[in-house]
């Protein structure tokens, strides 16, 4: 079954702690996205990564960090310093950064932090 | 800075009537816009996208640049259509994705 996985579906931390979200794709897509999605917020971006061993910050990246070692993965970690991180989490992927092409979504990540 | 504007966070239509979601972008580049939704249980998916000039489950959208919007219309709603709708611009010059509040479209019986 080919396309985007996050893993897992649901995860509880307490505050304080780290956190790392999981993001992989057998699209062979070049691009890859993390979104967090709040209700009345809509989808704000955190981090984006173009090409393997490169990102950048997206809209909302303060507390969060990532890497991109492999095109197929793009791991997110929350960190002890994103002050409400309790929230939804969407993993995307293209083929071209948003040149007209389609993102594909993962099913996300509800991150409940207490 | 880019923005994407839903002024509506939900509209409620009864089915047979038409349906216009609202957007508005800022881009001093030349943008490119879709439209995605989100029914209930899946995943967000892509609608349309103006470059193709498409019509999707009798969704249309154009691309409007001198008022700056892409609004989602259909001329009659059917009850399938329900879902949470988000208007997305995308830009060649720094690769981001950018999405709208979004609006959640509520089909009346």
């Known amino acids: 079954d080919g396309g985007i996985t996050q893993s897992p579906k649901y995860l509880f931390r307490k505050e304080g702690q780290n956190v790392t979200l999981s993001c992989e794709q057998n699209?062979?897509?070049?691009?890859m996205y993390w979104y967090r999605q709040d209700p009345g917020q809509g989808l704000r971006l955190i981090y984006y990564s173009q090409i393997v061993n490169d990102f950048q910050k997206g809209d909302i990246a303060e507390g969060y960090s990532v890497s991109r070692e492999k095109k197929e993965s793009f791991p997110l970690t929350v960190t002890s310093a994103q002050k409400n991180p309790t929230a939804f989490y969407l993993c995307?992927?293209?083929?071209?950064?948003?040149?007209?092409?389609?993102?594909?979504f993962g099913q996300g990540t509800r991150l409940t932090v207490v | 800075a880019q923005r994407v504007t839903q002024p509506e966070k939900l509209l409620s239509v009864f089915k047979g009537a038409p349906v216009e979601l609202k957007c508005n972008y800022s881009?001093?580049?030349?943008?490119?816009l879709f439209w995605y939704v989100q029914y209930s249980r899946q995943r967000l998916q892509l609608l349309l996208r103006?470059?193709s000039r498409e019509s999707i489950k009798g969704f249309t959208a154009d691309l409007n640049k001198g008022e700056t919007s892409f609004h989602l219309k259909k001329p009659f709603a059917q009850e399938e259509d329900s879902a949470m709708y988000y208007c997305?611009?995308?830009?060649?010059?720094?690769?981001?994705?950018?999405f709208g509040k979004g609006t959640r479209l509520h089909i009346l019986p």
């Open positions: 881009y001093s580049g030349s943008p490119e």
């Open positions: 995307a992927s293209s083929t071209l950064t948003g040149r007209n092409t389609e993102a594909f």
């Open positions: 103006h470059i």
């Open positions: 699209l062979n897509h070049d691009a």
């Open positions: 997305a611009l995308s830009t060649n010059r720094d690769d981001k994705i950018i």
